[in-house]
């Protein structure tokens, strides 16, 4: 099992920027693909990006490619979600979660999540 403890999040313009950092403890964090999901009030929960453990590869939903960036570090056991050019709608608790294997889009796929950080964007 992998503890996961994101930070970063906050209340911001649209345009601007926010970095997410989610730190990982327990189980060997290079092991683990690690994924960011969001979930807004009254929607289901949905996949914003995933990173596979060496971060030669990753993932982006539509919604948020070419404006968010996925990156980690092994050796912080930490990894990141750089978000510029925030919209309204990318308004949400935003949660960082861990899997074994290979990155998948699905939320319940991941075994284990932290507890969330809320991110606000103003119009």
């Known amino acids: 099992q992998v503890q996961l403890v994101e930070s970063g999040g906050g209340l911001v313009q649209a345009g601007a920027s926010l970095r997410l950092s989610c730190a990982a403890s327990?189980?060997?964090?290079?092991?683990?693909?690690m994924g960011w999901f969001r979930q807004a009030p009254g929607k289901q929960r949905e996949f914003v990006a995933g990173i596979r453990w060496s971060g030669a590869s990753t993932y982006y939903a539509d919604s948020v490619k070419g404006r968010f960036t996925i990156s980690r570090d092994n050796r912080k056991n930490t990894v990141y979600l750089q978000m510029n050019s925030l919209k309204p709608e990318d308004t949400a608790v935003y949660y960082c979660?861990?899997?074994?294997?290979?990155?998948?889009?699905?939320?319940?796929?991941?075994?284990?999540w932290g507890q969330g950080t809320q991110v606000t964007v103003s119009s």
């Open positions: 979660a861990a899997k074994l294997g290979n990155v998948r889009y699905v939320s319940v796929e991941y075994s284990d």
């Open positions: 327990g189980r060997t964090f290079s092991n683990y693909v």
